[in-house]
């Protein structure tokens, strides 16, 4: 099971990105999805986490700014960033709780992480 994390970059202040993660190889199932970012020198944060359901939750410095979803069918996660802030700037991490057998149990899977840099 491999997850890729693609669609970081430069953006300017007040910007948008999009960040995207594929779950791929021998899946069952995916629990909860998230998003974590980790800024040079601080420890690694959440940002944003989606259910199998759909149910979401937002870090609160992220709230109203940024959207999570995800593609069941597709084992796919997004992150919509609008009025990108230059704090924002990090690596983001994409995380999966997924089973590759029914049997198997729930096991965390981490992406390699896409940088994401908001400067003028």
């Known amino acids: 099971v491999q997850l890729q994390a693609s669609g970081g970059g430069l953006v300017q202040p007040g910007g948008s990105l999009r960040l995207s993660c594929a779950a791929t190889?021998?899946?069952?199932?995916?629990?909860?999805m998230t998003w974590y970012r980790q800024a040079p020198g601080k420890q690694r944060e959440l940002v944003a986490l989606i259910a199998s359901g759909g149910t979401t939750n937002y870090a609160d410095s992220v709230k109203g700014r940024f959207t999570i979803s995800r593609d069941n069918a597709k084992n796919t996660m997004d992150l919509q960033m609008n009025s990108l802030k230059p704090e924002d700037t990090a690596v983001y991490y994409c995380n999966a709780a997924l089973k590759v057998t029914l049997a198997d149990s729930w096991r965390a899977y981490w992406g390699q992480g896409t940088q994401v840099t908001v400067s003028s």
């Open positions: 190889g021998r899946i069952f199932s995916i629990d909860t």
